[in-house]
């Protein structure tokens, strides 16, 4: 592979630099004149995407061509790393995802890197409306190591997060075994009282899924499990800045109580996402609706389905708001879910060159003009 270089602003530092890249990684970073007006960051990294552009992880059947064509619908919008995420379903259905997505990394080096392991989103969550979401009710079911052991010996311990609802000793013991095994143990679709929230923290649990969201619509004033999960500095914690999810107003205030260093921006995307407005019938909350405003919920009601927007979007929603800099929202969706696939997400001499190059003007969209992987246009 021939050295390339590539040059832009850094968004953290501000500074001008040039990056050498050789072989797939970067091999030096050297500051370089200002020029033209493209800024350069780590590739967007997101810990949970359930689908996107038609292309759907929770359908009745998966296959590996299915994981390969979203990777590449992914690197559309910027995204070098990702974590496909299976939601409540059946053992069974759980089991035949897990091993559509391992086959796919044994086919393809790519896919092998870009999707480094899965997220599990439930089963294992609250049943009660609200805090299920769009969760099927009849697949709830509690905290099971040996289920966990199961999907493991049937994915080739690709499971690397669970999203789960530590509402009883059960779930405590869960985290606490899944955590010890490697796992990321995250807490959400959850009614659990604030101790438990904090007994999570304590068993081992270290993120919050999409917090603020897989919540009763109404909960005390204090104490509730939002304040509990905001004030547990053990708990980084995840939130969807497509807004609908959050309004501006909490995305900021969450965000100022968690501080930048323990946010991190996910996109919750599902098969729908980036398709015409309309209704769908999809297998993550049955019959939906997808407005022109991206906005996607089951008819008739105020309860979401996913999210329609991708990551790239959530970071300028967040840069938009007083008191973030672009520097603030790219840390959300770069190093710090880098933290939690192998500390990828920062430029920095000998990482892989998964880089995203991009216009921004202060107020707007991001235009994306060159995404590499690995050194290379994917």
């Not at 919920?297 to 708001?321: F, M, V």
């Not at 997400?345 to 969209?365: C, I, K, N, T, Y």
Request: aromatic share 6%; glycine share 10%; charged share 20%.
């Amino acid at each position: 592979m021939a050295a390339k270089t590539i040059q832009g602003r850094d968004p953290i530092s501000g500074a001008f630099v040039e990056i050498l890249i050789e072989s797939g990684v970067i091999r030096s970073i050297t500051p370089a004149a200002p020029g033209e007006d493209l800024w350069i960051s780590p590739g967007f990294i997101d810990l949970q995407v359930n689908g996107y552009a038609g292309y759907d992880l929770n359908a009745e059947s998966i296959t590996p061509d299915l994981v390969t064509d979203l990777m590449h619908r992914l690197f559309a919008v910027g995204v070098t790393t990702f974590l496909p995420t299976v939601i409540t379903a059946s053992e069974d259905r759980i089991i035949a995802a897990l091993s559509a997505i391992a086959r796919a990394r044994e086919r393809s080096p790519l896919v092998r890197h870009v999707a480094p392991y899965v997220h599990v989103e439930g089963p294992h969550i609250a049943a009660s409306d609200g805090p299920r979401g769009a969760h099927p009710r009849d697949q709830v079911r509690p905290a099971d190591i040996a289920e966990f052991e199961r999907w493991q010996a049937a994915s080739g311990d690709l499971v690397g997060m669970v999203t789960l609802s530590p509402q009883d000793d059960g779930a405590l013991a869960y985290i606490a075994h899944i955590a010890g095994r490697g796992c990321v143990a995250a807490i959400g679709h959850t009614d659990a009282e604030p101790w438990r929230i904090h007994a999570a923290a304590k068993a081992g649990a270290v993120l919050s899924t999409h917090l603020g969201n897989g919540s009763a619509a109404e909960l005390p004033r204090h104490p509730n499990l939002l304040w509990a999960q905001l004030a547990d500095d053990r708990l980084a914690a995840s939130f969807i800045a497509d807004g609908h999810h959050l309004p501006p107003d909490t995305l900021q205030s969450m965000v100022r109580a968690k501080r930048v260093e323990r946010s991190i921006l996910v996109s919750d995307t599902v098969a729908v996402a980036g398709l015409p407005p309309g209704r769908y019938k999809t297998p993550v909350g049955g019959s939906v609706e997808l407005t022109r405003e991206g906005r996607i919920s089951i008819p008739g009601t105020q309860t979401l389905a996913g999210a329609a927007l991708p990551l790239i979007s959530g970071i300028a929603n967040l840069a938009r708001l007083p008191g973030f800099s672009l520097g603030d929202a790219i840390l959300t969706a770069t190093r710090n879910p880098g933290r939690f696939v192998g500390q990828r997400g920062a430029l920095r001499v000998g990482s892989h060159a998964d880089l995203v190059q991009f216009r921004w003007a202060p107020g707007g969209e991001i235009e994306l003009v060159r995404v590499l992987v690995s050194g290379e246009a994917p």
